[in-house]
């Protein structure tokens, strides 16, 4: 008994040293890029209002400094002890997307964040963390062999927090959710037939939410902007259409940078605030114009490494519960990269999906690094 502390304190620090390293390094540069393109993105605009330029990088760099600190905390406890946490952490995710709807703060018409002094904390990006750890554990107590019976558990569970995210309204966030279910039910052993009824079904609500009427008029204009891009900004203008305007200044911007970019802090695009909602949702513009093909090429990589590292991670999990948890985290992290960078150029719809690392946003940037600290969980005590 005496023994036993000492034992689990070196037992710690012995799976620290078979902690993913190279993982770590990798988000800490897309962190520190990140802050870069942030900087370039916000200080001209603090400028012109009379603010300090560094006043949201500031804010960004703290982000990051306690994302870490949420990566290592994720780390002490092992994954495995997390199974019995699952219905806890289900319940908490319920409550808080429930409890923002009437008392959240109403931010460009989605009702989706609490405001905390100079801070705002966003229910649906921790509740993705949640929901990775609580479809895991479900499906790793079946052992790989769902049922349909299973599966339809599996969607009730997961339609809740969908439904009430969806409600805010955010339609990006939800489609996260949507690629960590459909991810985690493909390792996590649903049959093909079951995921090309998934597909169906998924289809078929796509259009139905599109012939009903269900979306609201911006969400209509960001999927408008995207299918029909052939109406210039200057035709249509950014009050008829502002959807159509962010992906024409979105592509001017990445399309101006060419091979090797106008320099850190010297987009044109940028210094004049041609791109809405540059610091966050098309942040990627601002490493495409001042950082050019060789800068996006550089983010991407990392992202690539990144990705390989997870499913490493997931392959080489001790069980099948640390499997479905890198996994989902794999699913959010793939999903997000794709849909914000894909969007900036067009190839995606506009959605309000922030990339990983680098948009700004504390709850995003938070719940970036609370994933990676999953995986690193799973990874360190692979030999345990």
Not at 155 to 168: D, H, V
Request: overall charge positive; charged content about 10%.
């Amino acid at each position: 008994m005496l023994a036993s502390r000492p034992q689990e304190g070196r037992g710690f620090l012995a799976g620290w040293r078979h902690a993913d390293h190279a993982l770590i390094v990798a988000a800490v540069a897309i962190a520190s890029l990140g802050t870069l393109v942030v900087f370039s993105a916000t200080r001209h605009r603090l400028k012109a209002q009379g603010l300090a330029e560094t006043s949201t990088v500031n804010k960004q760099v703290l982000f990051v400094l306690i994302g870490l600190g949420v990566m290592l905390l994720m780390t002490l406890v092992d994954y495995r002890n997390l199974r019995a946490l699952a219905p806890y952490l289900f319940a908490g995710t319920v409550f808080m997307l429930l409890a923002v709807i009437p008392l959240g703060t109403s931010v460009k018409g989605t009702q989706a964040r609490f405001d905390l002094g100079p801070f705002q904390f966003q229910p649906s990006e921790w509740a993705k963390i949640a929901v990775v750890i609580c479809v895991a554990a479900f499906c790793a107590s079946f052992r790989g062999q769902l049922t349909g019976g299973q599966i339809i558990g599996v969607l009730l569970l997961s339609a809740l927090p969908i439904g009430l995210i969806y409600q805010q309204p955010d339609l990006g966030t939800a489609l996260v959710f949507m690629a960590i279910l459909l991810g985690v039910l493909a390792v996590g052993g649903a049959r093909p037939r079951h995921l090309a009824f998934l597909a169906a079904i998924a289809v078929t609500a796509v259009v139905l939410v599109l012939q009903l009427g269900v979306l609201k008029a911006y969400q209509l204009d960001r999927l408008g902007a995207f299918l029909d891009q052939q109406d210039s900004a200057q035709r249509v203008g950014y009050d008829v259409n502002p959807a159509k305007y962010n992906l024409n200044q979105s592509k001017i911007a990445i399309g101006s940078g060419g091979i090797t970019g106008k320099g850190l802090f010297k987009g044109t695009q940028t210094n004049l605030a041609y791109v809405p909602e540059q610091s966050t949702d098309f942040v990627f513009t601002v490493v495409g114009e001042e950082l050019g093909l060789f800068g996006s090429t550089l983010l991407i990589g990392l992202f690539g490494f990144i990705v390989w590292r997870v499913w490493r991670a997931a392959a080489t999990a001790r069980d099948l519960f640390g499997t479905l948890v890198c996994v989902g985290v794999l699913c959010m992290f793939v999903f997000q990269i794709f849909e914000n960078i894909g969007m900036t150029m067009g190839i995606m719809p506009i959605t309000g999906i922030p990339l990983p690392f680098v948009s700004y946003g504390g709850s995003s940037t938070l719940a970036a690094f609370a994933g990676l600290g999953l995986v690193l969980n799973v990874g360190m005590r692979r030999f345990s």
